[in-house]
């Protein structure tokens, strides 16, 4: 089953506009959230993150919105650059044992950023 | 300056054959980790690693060896390749109590 989810495979935004990327949860000892960007025939980068004491981290253009009440995080990209276009992973941890240092990652949304 | 690496980039092997991918990091983190991604499925954790060796299985093992006799160094064996274990294996570290990851380039594997 599942634990992370990303329900939209591929998005498509014109430049200059918001994209807004979502991931849903299910495991309530999550505590610690990542989201990667991949350019093909590349490893994942490290994005942005928030741990779950917070509801919101920001940096520069991009923004993560928690709620945990919800099991739901998004990233929010604003303004959308040609650059931009990738796949973004958004991965959970949780603190509980070996668990803390493993990452449980969603099957990526496809970002297409049109000029 | 090199942060982690993996060797080859690029393999094709024919089933049966035994294929060993590297992965060297020269951040003296603690945790290693290889994953393998696939379309539809996004990165599965395969083994993970703790310290030099200490490994553990993680999602998707069976077929999969790995050892860590130095801390830098994290090899993953394919000892009989099979047509599904075509895929793009990712080497990955963290250390410093971080939960952030830090990945290779990857290793695009072709079994025929």
């Known amino acids: 089953d599942q634990q992370v989810k990303q329900n939209s495979p591929s998005l498509s935004v014109q430049e200059g506009r918001i994209s807004i990327l979502n991931c849903d949860y299910t495991?309530?000892?999550?505590?610690?959230f990542l989201w990667y960007k991949k350019y093909p025939a590349e490893g994942p980068t490290f994005l942005i993150s928030i741990s779950s004491i917070k509801d919101k981290n920001e940096d520069g253009r991009f923004t993560v919105f928690l709620n945990k009440s919800a099991k739901h995080l998004s990233l929010h990209i604003v303004p959308s650059q040609p650059g931009d276009s990738a796949v973004y992973f958004c991965?959970?941890?949780?603190?509980?044992?070996?668990?803390?240092?493993?990452?449980?990652f969603g099957k990526g949304t496809k970002l297409s950023v049109i000029p | 300056d090199a942060g982690i690496t993996q060797s080859p980039r690029y393999k094709i092997t024919e089933t049966g054959r035994q294929v060993t991918l590297m992965c060297h990091q020269t951040w003296s983190h603690s945790y290693m980790f290889w994953y393998r991604q696939d379309l539809g499925h996004g990165l599965r954790l395969i083994y993970y690693s703790a310290a030099a060796d200490i490994t553990d299985k993680g999602e998707v093992p069976d077929g999969y060896v790995v050892s860590r006799s130095k801390t830098e160094n994290f090899p993953l064996t394919l000892e009989s390749a099979t047509r599904s274990q075509t895929s793009v294996y990712f080497c990955?570290?963290?250390?410093?109590?971080?939960?952030?990851?830090?990945f290779g380039p990857g290793t695009r594997l072709t079994v025929t």
């Open positions: 990955a570290s963290s250390g410093g109590g971080g939960r952030k990851q830090y």
């Open positions: 495991n309530s000892m999550f505590d610690y």
């Open positions: 991965a959970a941890s949780d603190a509980s044992g070996a668990g803390s240092y493993q990452l449980t």
